[in-house]
């Protein structure tokens, strides 16, 4: 049977990965502590979940338009305009299932065959693979611990070529945790602006930034409006991972590009999960900061107790709820016949050996470190951390 090219460009999602390998440990009766998934811990508060069944007994239960509710995308305009101070019609947001197809969406609008999309790593798993899949080129500009992961302009600077049609950006990021300065995103402002670039901004982390951090969307900056897409969604923010609400919000041309895609490809999001998005937006916000400030009591819990470790290093996140310690002095001591993918055999190891499941590095494109995921109660953090602990002494 023949299969597709364009999906030998592509690899299953890491973080998908790991978490089977761990299941079938769990299946076989073993007491894996789980790390690996990104996802709150928390439920999702019970007003969103009222205004779900809400929904249902009302009868809201059939197709809506291709792009979500004009409800939804105007409470996404609403919510823009408060944070972001900008100004946005419905016209100008595409509602789909989750911020990864949102993502999917725009990658299948913005890019085609020979193009370049620059992305800044470490990156969230998936973007370089969506780039692929649309015969795209992912163009890796690197960034480094000592820099606190914040990208060099210059750098970026000298990735663009004539081939180059947008940057990604994830402010706060996945894997590392970095939330890039005023001055590193009007840097990068100005680059997209001299070399006439899109600028997708995922910003599904904004919520969660610890200490004075603020969270800067390029869109906000002079000039940029019209070239930026931000990406966002209730996942994170109000613990609705299962919930498969994401969205773009950007200029009208590339949210009408993808939303006839969508309508080819999906016809709209679930109906129930747009009307409890409604309520996550427009109800009371206490749950996102109580949440928040737990993830930063965990962030602050984790990162001593990963520096403690002899040989590893952990700088600081200051958003997310990802730590990314740098195990790599441990990996080449270990593994010092496997050339590449040595955080992938770390993974395995620490899974199989203190039954902590972690995911490797090299799937963020960062093979000295793995990535920790402190969505994870404290009692289970503390017991992790004894095993991590334990399997380097
Ligand atoms: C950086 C980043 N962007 C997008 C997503 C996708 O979010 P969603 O669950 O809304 O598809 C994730 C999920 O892990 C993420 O970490």
């Known amino acids: ?24 440990l769990k299946a076989a009766g073993q007491d894996v502590l789980s790390f690996a998934v990104g996802e709150p811990d928390f439920q999702t508060p019970d007003s969103i979940i009222e205004a779900a069944k809400r929904a249902m007994d009302e009868g809201q ?21 408060r944070y972001l101070s900008l100004d946005y019609s419905p016209s100008q947001v ?11 969406n725009l990658a299948m609008a913005l890019v085609q065959p020979g193009d370049e999309v620059i992305v800044i790593s470490p990156y969230w798993v998936t ?9 795209g080129r992912p163009v890796v500009v690197e960034t480094r611990d000592e820099d606190d992961f914040q990208p060099d302009l210059e750098e970026v600077e000298r990735a663009v070529t004539d081939y180059t049609v947008a940057i990604v950006l994830n402010s706060p990021c996945n894997p590392t945790g970095a939330v890039y300065a005023r001055e590193v995103v009007e840097g990068l402002a100005e680059i997209a602006i001299a070399h006439d670039l899109v600028v997708i901004s995922d910003e599904i982390y904004k919520d969660i930034i610890f200490d004075d951090n603020e969270h800067i969307s390029p869109a906000a900056l002079d000039g940029m409006q019209e070239r930026t897409v931000i990406v966002d969604g209730v996942a994170k923010s109000y613990a609705m991972t299962g919930w498969r609400i994401g969205w773009m919000l950007g200029p009208e041309e590339i949210v009408a590009a993808a939303a006839k895609l969508q309508s080819q490809s999906t016809s709209c999001p679930n109906t129930i999960a747009q009307a409890a998005t409604i309520q996550a937006l427009t109800g009371p916000q206490e749950s996102v900061g109580e949440m928040r400030e737990q993830f930063e009591r965990r962030r602050d819990f984790v990162v001593e107790r990963l520096s403690e470790v002899p040989g590893v290093t952990c700088s600081t996140p200051h958003g997310t709820f990802y730590a990314f ?3 790599s002095e441990h990996s080449r001591r270990l593994f010092p016949q496997v050339e590449e993918k040595r955080s992938e055999q770390m993974a395995l190891w620490l899974l199989e050996r203190s039954l902590i499941s972690l995911v490797p590095g090299c799937a963020f494109g960062a093979d000295d470190y793995v990535r920790l995921s402190f969505a994870a109660s404290m009692d289970q ?8 602990a334990a399997a380097f002494e």
């Open 94 to 104: 595409l509602v789909s299932n989750g911020a990864k197809h949102t993502l999917m």
């Open 1 to 24: 049977m023949r299969i597709a090219r364009r999906i030998e460009e592509i690899s299953p999602s890491a973080t998908m990965v790991m978490k089977l390998k761990a299941d079938e």
């Open 61 to 81: 239960t059939k197709y809506t338009a291709p792009t979500g509710t004009v409800e939804l995308r105007q409470a996404i305009c609403d919510a823009a305009k």
């Open 127 to 135: 973007y370089p693979d969506q780039i692929s899949v649309c015969g």
């Open 381 to 388: 953090l503390e017991e992790g951390l004894s095993r991590f």
């Open 325 to 327: 310690p740098n195990i």
